[in-house]
């Protein structure tokens, strides 16, 4: 398309206008045709004073000319003229138009509308009980432009079921099919236009933003909208407000003013302002007037195109200026349209033959449009009619152009066309023509567009970003929606070359949630996840990771558990493992030296075989270790404590029989220690350790029945690891397998701590006494140190106490034995380990004693 400067040059040359010459251009508002459409474009606008001054229903003037309307005014009759000329569509008929200005006013607006509705040939409407054969002036109207005017005119048609197709009114409750079932319109509906501005927030993060509306139905139904809309994506409204659309009492001026003041004064950058024109030429010149700091503003796409808005004095003061607009398409023969029309609205002999035509409704309606016949060449010079580049006005444009097309295609459909001829011309109501119109696809120029089920149309969005070029801002293109939003960031001009933000607080980071100040969930102060939460989709709450999982401080995930046990390697273990090597190397060396010295005074006085057995159970009680070591398993859990202390208890119960022979030699008289001693001699001496571990393996099964060790996963204990360990449900558990070894030591080291030792004799008490003591200290230290080690290392303290307790036996009682048959053999004697005296008595005589020792020594 032209450039306007181009083309306000192109038409000063074409129509040779001298100063003060007028034009014929409203003359040109009706042509008859066989079906007569009806139009309602913004061709002026009243003055606010003539509104509050009316005090009778008579005429408004209106004085003001708007050179958009007249561009509207031009797509539509270039869209019926296509259509006349085409072979296609309507083929042999003819549309006719009657075009009216609706002075931006529904008072004004109204008086057309009933001409609409008048009865054909008539300029007044008749009143009847049932209308379906009625037949009205026009069969369908374009326009208005504005919401405001189409939910008075969309009502109103609707009672008669009048097709009506706006190019402009964008709101969404004229989507509602059962308040307006006769409503369509070229456009879509604002909420697809908020929705598109909501993810423009998202995108840039602006979520404390102020949101201003018009004070009229346009802005406070957009304003409601947006607030869902943007409350349902997180995004907070700072501040809201509505901006009086006329110039009012200096209180609703005083309440935008303070409006203005408290989003200049916050950390508000981003305002949305969802207002019709007037309102925002009001609130932008006091934003300019008061030197308030630049904004961004995000504009509805009733003001972003805004020649009264764009030409402000200073508007680049008030900042960054983005929205936007429904994409038509392009009419490159627009141009040359225009500039031929009104070169012939200024030729005389073409605005003579117009006056031969005289327009019968004048008398009723008055003057169509006095003041646009009024465009001088001043006007066209200072861009009054031609200050807009086609570019910002091609999507109104292309809407009227498309609404032409809509109603002829009905109509074609009404009348059963085919592509070469129509039927006879036949009079259609307009209800026939509406039923062709719900979901009917029609094309307009070169897009192929469709009426959804609420009379509007699917059209892709443009974000156009205002570029300021003096004097005024040129629209550049820096985006598209059309479900989705893609954004051109190297086309956008931003202040310093930094998107401004607007935020409450800052973003937080990964692994931290928001808690919330105030009223507004976009104030709040950063806090950190938790060890053992993460912060997934909720930014307001951590979310606990699974009881398999766990998760470091400030996390976005979580990890899973490794099982944690005491491994075989590990440092604690190995060292373990090597002390149960050097205590079983000297119990497999104390056996084998006593096995080698079977028949010696020294094993033969300890016991012989029974010492030898308590040996072979203090081995069997240090391989116990290796149950503790490894993955546990519930067998593992139930084996541990029973395989360790009945060989304990086999080991400690031949001590017995050694402290008790010991006790009864030395403390009671020779008579009871002879018989008694009888007892504690072998076959007897077995049953005795038979019957103490029955009754451990007693105990044990009692200790299995009522309290079993379960294998348990623990996840509270190590912070990154499950614990698997064996459970111990109470120390009196515990304590249960432990009786029968503790009450034999006990006996052990009572029965020997008191014993006197006789001068040249083998002190065998005194080795158990401390083997005794060794078993207490070991077993009385391993409780507190089990009970505060870590619950990994439990199973290391329980090895280490059963390693300790059977080096601290062997150090004691045995190793001192093996020394005396290793370095001191002279001592390996009868008399040195039983005595003489006892050793006779038991034989008869003395002597015979005596020279059976020697002879057994030999």
Known sequence: MLSPAVLSLSLAAALGLSTGASLCLSRQFRVQGDYMLGGLFP??????????????????????????????????????????????????????????????EPVVTMKPSLMFLAKAGSSSIAAYCNYTQYQPRVLAVIGPHSSELALITGKFFSFFLMPQVSYSASMDRLSDRETFPSFFRTVPSDKVQLEAIVKLLQHFEWNWVAALGSDDDYGREGLGI????????????????????????DQQLKKMVDVLHQVNQSKVQVVVLFASVQAVYLLL?????????????VASDSWLTSDQVMTLPRIAQVGTVLGFLQRGDLLPEFPHYVQTHLALASNPAFCASLDAEIDLDEHVMGPRCPHCDD?????????????????QLNHQVFATYAAVYSVAQALHNTLQCNASSCPATKPVQPWQLLKNMYN????????????????????????????WESPTPVLHTVGTFNGSLQLQHSKMHWPGNQVPVSQCSRQCKDGQVRRVKGFHSCCYDCVDCKAGSYQNSDNFICTLCGPDQWSPEQSTSCFPRRPKFLAWGEPAVLSLLLLLGLVLGLVLGALGLFVHSWNSPLVQASGGPLFCFGLVCLGLFCLSVLLFPGQPSPASCLAQQPLAHLPL????????????????????????????????????????????????AALCAWYLAAFPPVMVKDQQVLPTETLEHCHMHSWVSLGLVHIT??????????????????????????????????????????VPILANVQVTYQPAVQMGAILLCALGILATFHLPKCYLLLWLPKLNTWEFFLGGGHRAEGDGSSDGGRDGTQGHSE
């Open 649 to 696: 208890t086999g080991c400690l119960s031949t001590l017995f029989l050694q402290a008790a022979e010991t006790f009864v030699e030395s403390e009671l008289p020779l008579n009871w220690a002879t018989w008694l001693c009888a007892y504690l001699q072998r076959p007897w001496a077995w049953l005795v350790v038979l019957l103490a571990i029955l009754v451990e």
């Open 285 to 297: 010149n006091y934003s300019i007037h008061y030197g308030l700091s630049p904004k961004v503003w």
């Open 226 to 249: 947006f607030s869902g809309l943007a409350n349902a994506r997180g995004i907070c409204i700072a501040h809201e407000g509505l901006i009086t659309v006329h110039r009012a009492s």
């Open 741 to 782: 070894n503790a009450t034999l030591a006990f006996l052990c080291f009572l029965g020997t701590f008191l014993v006197q030792s006789q001068p040249g004799r083998y002190n065998r008490a005194r080795g158990i006494t401390f083997a005794m003591l060794s078993y207490f200290i070991i077993w009385v230290s391993f």
């Open 43 to 104: 061709l002026g606008s009243t003055e606010e004073t003539t509104l509050h001054q009316r005090t009778q229903p008579n005429g408004i003037p209106c004085t003001r000319f708007l050179s958009r309307g007249l561009f509207l005014v031009m797509a539509m009759k270039m869209a019926v003229e296509e259509i006349n000329n085409r072979s296609s569509l309507l083929p042999g008929l003819n549309l006719g138009y009657d075009l009216f200005d609706t002075c931006l």
């Open 375 to 391: 465009i001088s060449l001043p006007d066209l010079s200072s861009g009054l009619l031609l200050n807009m580049s086609t570019e």
């Open 440 to 467: 009917m696809s029609f094309q307009a120029g070169n897009l192929t567009l469709q009426f959804d089920a609420s009379g509007s149309v699917h059209m892709e969005y443009d974000l156009k970003m205002w570029v």
